[in-house]
């Protein structure tokens, strides 16, 4: 499988905007499902959102309307457009496969080391 790798995490003041890439080591068009996930500490990891191949997306109710996903399959990344950033949203950001299209469904299997974004004034 490809291997992913994180970045654009840092630290943001609260109302902010941040923009996460997911760079893949080889074609994403055969996957279906992608998707970014997160882990705040003290919590589990946790769906934030997910995009089908074809462009069709599901968000958290938590980031719903503020966070943005999507996939250049041509360039084999993925993005999470974040904005109006809030304390709440700080945790470890990681992308992944994803076999439903649900952001209630966690991948299993290998993480990489994902990015950290954290929302402090």
């Known amino acids: 499988q490809v291997q992913l790798v994180e970045s654009g995490g840092g630290l943001v003041q609260p109302g902010g905007s941040l923009r996460l890439s997911c760079a893949a080591s080889g074609s994403i068009f055969n996957i279906g499902v992608m998707g970014w996930y997160r882990q705040a500490p003290g919590k589990q990891r946790e769906g934030v959102a997910v995009i089908t191949t074809g462009g069709s997306t599901k968000y958290a109710d938590s980031v719903y309307g503020r966070f943005t996903i999507s996939r250049d399959n041509a360039k084999s990344t993925l993005y999470l457009q974040m904005s109006s950033l809030q304390p709440e949203d700080t945790a470890v950001y990681y992308c992944?496969?994803?076999?439903?299209?649900?952001?209630?469904?966690?991948?299993?299997?290998?993480w990489g080391q994902g990015t950290q974004v954290t929302v402090s004034s």
């Open positions: 992944n496969t994803g076999l439903m299209f649900s952001v209630f469904d966690i991948p299993t299997g290998s």
